[in-house]
């Protein structure tokens, strides 16, 4: 079984090329540092009272949210009521790395339940192939394993703690290992895995991939996750 993987030579533009600024980072009312999240925003997975916490407690500072939302859920929550809080909608992913480049740090505000402890998110190498700091909720065993180069607390206190350490840590020497656990976790490495897995059952005959350095360019390979 293969965990995610990601588009890193798409991400990694934000740590190499200057990027334009999205608009909804111009002329904003708090100027401040960024903290972003992409992906889906929901009841089912999203921590709202973290997320409430963490605008409340960084006042100088703009909680950045894009994705996909539920109206009624953020008013709900009162997300709608924060003045240093911006929901962006859904973008398109080729944007994104445009917002990761304007970001001073990411985070994955995740729940722990049953639905999350099964995730393995396609944003966590998004965030670290653009060199960005990341912080976590401990919220599946498969994050947990990024340990090393990712905040991770269960606490809201220290979560929102670490946002500030990680946005005053951060520097270009931890960047590239950011980036290089992403390059680890990119699909032309998932593919070769897929090799590795399968070679033992074929023969020469049917194996279509004889020499190692083809495998990835070569795997007609298609996952839908």
């Not at 859904?90 to 304007?102: C, D, G, M, R």
């Not at 999350?116 to 994050?143: C, Q, R, W």
């Not at 991770?152 to 520097?171: G, H, K, L, R």
Request: proline fraction near 10%; include cysteine; glycine fraction near 4%.
């Amino acid at each position: 079984m293969l965990p995610n993987a990601a588009d890193v030579a798409l991400f990694r533009t934000a740590l190499e090329h200057p990027l334009p600024k999205p608009p909804e980072l111009q002329n904003r009312p708090h100027p401040g540092k960024v903290i972003l999240y992409t992906g889906v925003i929901s009841d089912l997975r999203i921590d709202y009272a973290l997320l409430n916490y963490i605008a409340r407690q960084h006042t100088d500072k703009t909680l950045l949210l894009v994705g996909p939302y539920h109206t009624h859920e953020c008013r709900q929550h009162g997300l709608d009521q924060l003045p240093n809080v911006i929901l962006a909608g859904s973008k398109p992913i080729n944007q994104l790395p445009a917002y990761l480049q304007h970001a001073d740090c990411a985070i994955i505000p995740f729940l722990m339940n049953t639905l999350t402890k099964s995730i393995y998110p396609l944003k966590i190498n998004e965030y670290l192939a653009a060199g960005k700091p990341v912080v976590t909720t401990p919220f599946s065993d498969d994050i947990v394993s990024f340990g090393k180069v990712v905040y991770i607390t269960p606490s809201p206190v220290q979560f929102s703690d670490y946002i500030e350490q990680a946005i005053y840590n951060n520097n270009p020497l931890v960047q590239l290992e950011r980036l290089q656990t992403a390059e680890n976790n990119a699909w032309t490495k998932r593919a070769e895995q897929f090799w590795h897995i399968v070679a033992p059952y074929l023969d020469d005959t049917t194996n279509p991939m004889p020499h190692k350095t083809d495998k990835a360019a070569a795997l007609p390979l298609r996952i839908n996750l």
